[in-house]
Each structure stands twice: as structure tokens, then as C-alpha cells.
């Protein structure tokens, strides 16, 4: 159960993103968060 809503947090947090990506097309903060994220 608690993988489940591990995993349903984790899929509306990439929902959420990829709204906002969506919306803001250059969205150059995404890419600079990515590069952040795959570095670490």
C-alpha cells in the first residue's frame, strides 16, 4: 500500500510537470532542473 501511494504522488508530481512543460514551451528551468538531477 505504501508503494502505491509512493507511486501515485510520483506519477501526479510527473503529471504536474509535464503540464507545466506543456504551458511553457522554451521551458528553460526544466532543462536546467534535468541537468541538475542527471549530474547528481
Known amino acids: ?3 502505491n501511494i509512493k ?4 506519477k501526479n508530481f510527473i ?3 509535464n ?3 506543456n504551458y511553457d514551451a522554451s521551458a528553460s528551468w526544466w532543462n536546467i532542473f534535468i541537468l ?3 549530474k547528481n
Not at 507511486?7 to 510520483?10: E, G, K, P, R, V
Open 7 to 10: 507511486y501515485n504522488l510520483t
Open 1 to 3: 500500500m505504501l508503494y
Open 19 to 21: 503540464s507545466w512543460y
Open 15 to 17: 503529471h504536474l510537470i
Open 36 to 38: 541538475r538531477l542527471t
